[in-house]
């Protein structure tokens, strides 16, 4: 089960929105599902923004930084999805490489009414193409 404070998800779709029409995406940290901690982040994919995202690599390792520093875990990658459903993409699925981690998913097809979404990825070669999508409990208090 994934638990994301109330004011964290407000700063999620606040940090997405400010992305929009093109995709969002950040860090969330803290430990055993419980998140305690946002890390937004700039999409930095070259190409095609409105339907992918890199997470810019320099804030990811500053989040990365941070957590240890704290004695926290990377506990979910969120991104969103502007034109579609909040389900992974067979790229999401490809570049999923923290098995550990919850992928967070947020539709934004209705700006106004977000849906959001938590996964685990499961593969058997982490650098695969392909793996198993397992919908896990999300809880927003």
Avoid at 66 to 94: F, G, K, Q
Wanted: charged share 25%; aromatic share 10%; proline share 9%.
């Amino acid at each position: 089960m994934l638990k994301i404070p109330a004011n964290i998800y407000a700063e999620m779709l606040a940090h997405l929105g400010q992305d929009y029409p093109d995709e969002g995406c950040g860090l969330l940290g803290g430990r055993e599902g419980i998140v305690s901690r946002h890390f937004p982040t700039t999409n930095v994919e070259p190409v095609d923004k409105y339907i992918r995202y890199l997470i810019d690599p320099k804030e990811q390792l500053a989040a990365e930084e941070a957590l240890d520093e704290e004695d926290l875990e990377l506990v979910a990658i969120y991104h969103s999805h502007t034109h579609t459903p909040a389900y992974p993409s067979p790229t999401d699925v490809r570049t999923a490489y923290y098995p550990d981690s919850f992928y967070v998913l947020v539709s934004l097809t209705d700006p106004a009414n977000p849906v959001i979404h938590a996964y685990k990825i499961h593969k058997a070669d982490p650098w695969g193409a392909t793996g198993e999508i397992t919908e896990e409990d999300l809880v927003i208090e």
